[in-house]
């Protein structure tokens, strides 16, 4: 009898993975890849033993991916198998639960982001405690001792509340800077080396106006709050001519297109884009505290650096 229930159970068994083979193959899953979606789905089904396949509901499978995203035990490839894998297992067995959850969406938060991404950057550039004594000027004649001069930048920069993108900027154009001054010391970078950098942007580098203005409000916050003086006066340096460019717009057509071919939170991210007129980081950044929408128009409060304002968005 007992052998009768174990051969049972095997049948079953064997029925269940074959069909999760099946679907698999429809999927164009390469059959080398096999066994490690089957590992997958095991290692899922082993860590919810209190529950059965069809008895999961979109919190605990989303509790369970969001546990595997974070937990910084796999690459972002493993993570993306792992969620392409659980999410054929629920298509296999017909649960309504394969449509309720948008996976696409947990396969694109499957990200490696490098180390210079401003969203690793603070940890992956840590502040270091270096005691320089004021009455002592650094000397910058060593390269080595640059990174000091920036630490002390990024210091200033986070007392103050600075953006990690502006931090990641001005850290690289100070760099740039001190390396173009060739290592000078402190008391030897004046106004000269500044606007000889600034004129270099400009006919050497052939940048855009916006970037050499750009390096020159971090080299003016070296100065200021890292060297603790003005630059002085720079106002005879070149400036780099601003460039004329025509805008691309898209036709009614072409973003019908592009939202057709979108869906869950990118499709939201885009629709604001277009139908609210909002900028690529103010959608990204939206937390809604009071979202109404009446008579077409979208109302919400967004945080500014001065104020929460709230703002109106007539929707097209």
Not at 63 to 75: A, D, E, H, P, R
Not at 190 to 205: H, N, P, S, T, W
Request: aromatic share 10%; with cysteine.
């Amino acid at each position: 009898m007992t052998g009768s229930k174990s051969k049972d159970k095997e049948s079953r068994e064997n029925h269940f993975w074959n069909n999760y083979l099946v679907v698999l193959a429809e999927h164009q899953i390469e059959s080398s890849l096999y066994t490690w979606y089957v590992r997958h789905c095991e290692t899922f089904i082993r860590g919810n033993k209190d529950a059965r396949l069809k008895q999961h509901t979109k919190n605990s499978v989303s509790g369970y991916l969001s546990v595997l995203i974070n937990g910084n035990q796999k690459t972002s490839w493993q993570n993306k198998q792992a969620i392409d894998a659980i999410g054929l297992l629920f298509k296999s067995i017909h649960a309504p639960l394969y449509q309720e959850i948008d996976w696409d969406y947990w396969k694109l938060s499957c990200l490696d982001w490098g180390k210079e991404h401003d969203t690793n950057y603070r940890s992956t550039h840590p502040i270091t405690n270096l005691i320089k004594p004021s009455s002592l000027p650094l000397d910058l004649t060593q390269e080595k001792n640059v990174s000091a001069e920036i630490n002390s930048l990024r210091i200033a920069v986070r007392r103050l509340n600075y953006a990690i993108c502006t931090e990641k900027t001005y850290s690289d154009w100070v760099q740039k800077f001190l390396k173009f001054n060739r290592y000078k010391s402190q008391s030897e970078i004046d106004q000269g080396g500044v606007m000889k950098f600034l004129e270099y942007l400009a006919i050497d580098r052939k940048v855009a106006a916006k970037i050499q203005s750009v390096a020159l409000n971090a080299i003016s916050f070296y100065f200021k709050h890292v060297l603790g003086r003005e630059i002085g006066d720079i106002s005879q340096f070149v400036r780099a001519k601003p460039r004329v460019k025509l805008p691309i717009i898209m036709t009614r057509d072409e973003v019908s297109l592009m939202l057709n071919n979108l869906k869950g939170v990118q499709w939201l991210v885009a629709s604001l884009l277009y139908g609210a007129g909002l900028r690529i980081m103010e959608a990204i950044r939206l937390r809604c505290r009071i979202l109404i929408l009446v008579l077409t128009r979208l109302s919400f409060e967004m945080p500014r650096v001065t104020k929460n304002a709230p703002y109106l968005y007539q929707l097209n």
